[in-house]
């Protein structure tokens, strides 16, 4: 059974999103648009996305209209979308949407991905809800040299010095990249 791990970008005081729900921010930063090899999970088979990161992600690339450019970001992996709305699935895309909870999804996301890691890709709140169930495992954070006065928060939870190991950090170019082990709840 492979890891579940949230990895994002962002900025340095804490914010994942501007207030428009935009990653415009993370654009304007020197390789934000491109990052390097080795930065996203190559070992993830499934994703996981909130429905706001999902129609975020459709309406920036207009990938309704241009459905190829889905596979950019997504490869041919299954998505699954948590989710209390019908949503529009692009043209060859495997989404799998969900409603409820994360615990009670837990099953069919494993059975999705096999032997594979699962990422979380966002948001914050739907990583939270992963770290509340018991179900994340690790924390990768790509600081940029930004800040915005709100948004959507990197984790709206509070959670304690005790819950999280440090693992790695080191500077990938505009980039301060920190790995977090969750330390599972006694």
């Not at 934000?32 to 992600?57: C, I, K, N, Q, R």
């Not at 959507?152 to 010095?161: F, K, N, Y």
């Amino acid at each position: 059974m492979g890891r579940i791990l949230f990895d994002t970008a962002t900025t340095i005081n804490g914010w994942i999103a501007d207030t428009d729900n935009s990653l415009a921010w993370l654009f304007t930063v020197d390789g934000g648009d491109h990052p390097d090899d080795g930065l996203f999970p190559s070992g993830a088979t499934v994703m996981v996305e909130g429905s706001t990161t999902y129609e975020w992600v459709l309406a920036e690339s207009e990938i309704l209209n241009h459905p190829e450019k889905w596979t950019e970001f997504h490869g041919d992996k299954p998505v699954f979308v948590f989710t209390t709305r019908e949503l529009p699935v692009p043209e060859g895309a495997d989404i799998r949407f969900l409603r409820g909870s994360v615990a009670d999804a837990l099953p069919a996301i494993r059975a999705a991905a096999g032997d594979g890691d699962i990422w979380v890709v966002g948001g914050g709140d739907l990583a939270g809800q992963f770290l509340d169930a018991g179900a994340l495992d690790r924390i990768a954070l790509s600081v940029a040299p930004v800040a915005l006065d709100g948004g959507a928060p990197l984790l709206p939870r509070r959670v304690e010095s005790d819950r999280l190991t440090l693992v790695s950090a080191d500077k990938v170019g505009q980039f301060a990249r920190l790995v977090y082990d969750v330390v599972p709840v006694r």
